[in-house]
């Protein structure tokens, strides 16, 4: 793996792997003020595909199409993500297109991708978990950046117009660090590189202007939807985010608690053993500086109240009793195993050390945290569910 700078000071890495077909390149930008209103960053990454001064949307679409050329962009809370994945002999033709997406595109299909998009969250939002989910992130975030949701996205969106799309676009591509990963059966692709990535505005080394959220109070907010099933129940608290000394712990706290499956405790006691739900989980998501942990369950309405003195049960057994050293065991090979599956392929592999990069982090983060995560004790668990699952927390049921 080979780390260096692009002439514009972004920061790259290289990893050979030989033999395989196709190459994957991610490049981050990062994203270090808060939209003005909610879905300007949305339809401003909507747009980055849709023509360029030197090739309109269809022939963009053709173009890449006709080569197989993977290529999208992604907007996150933190960063806007290029990526692709071509044939090795493509590979030249991909840098060429996704530099001139990155410097000359047009925006021009504005109000028809605005009206889409409209549309596209209306759609999103009549199913109950996207409903549910959407009040509880706009309810954890409340009043902050974090907290755009679907709901919140289409209250602002007709406030957002071209100009400011643009003007937001630049101020990112222009005053943003910038960390870029190529895995593959790479030679000599730093000159390839530097030819057309090394000629984009230069990174600089900035830090985010997008405060912390707020701390929590306890908070409970409710919605009524006439045609639901069932009651879909989240409750969540926020957490410390990656590069914490106790992310692995709750990574752990995470797997043993819901998103290990079958396994998993809050499956085992609340489907299994007490037949309320057909999915139970929780969840961990991290921003650059904060995250949320979260428990999902979609139930009966009539076992709402049943649900929510589970969740508390299993959130005092873990601050209670300490976990057995063989749950603690299958719980880190669960995460690890799932560390290796998810960096199986060129393309995930350049996705995850961009990311880690674009966070602060080295490009070989992975294996700082494999590390860290086997040396993660019962009494880590303990004093980390002690301290974060407090009853500062936020509760968002869905109805009918």
Partial sequence: MKEFDLNNKIRACIKQNKNTPRIALTLNISINDAEKAAGEYTIMNRLLLKGTKTRTSEELAAILDENAIDLNAEMKSDYLRFRFVCLNEDFELALDILSDIIQNSTFEEFEKERTKLKGELTAELDSARVKVSDLFTKTIYKNHYYGHSYTVILDEIDKVTKDDVKNAYQNILTNSRKSLALVGDVEGAEELLNKYLGIIPQAIDINSNIEPPKALKQEYSELIKEDANQAQILQGWLVPTIGSEDYPVIMLMNVILGASGLSSRLFMELREKKGLAYTVRTAYETHINTAAFSIYIGTE????ETSIAGF???IEKIKTIPVSEEELHNAKNNLIGKQQFITETNSQQANMMAY???????????KDIIE????????????????????DYVLSILKP
């Fill in 312 to 314: 508390k049960e299993e």
């Fill in 301 to 304: 309405p009539s076992n709402i």
């Fill in 356 to 366: 880690y990069s674009i966070m602060g982090k080295p490009f070989g983060y992975q």
């Fill in 372 to 391: 860290k995560v086997k040396q993660v004790t019962p009494d880590d668990i303990l004093r980390c569910a002690n301290k974060y699952f407090t009853e």
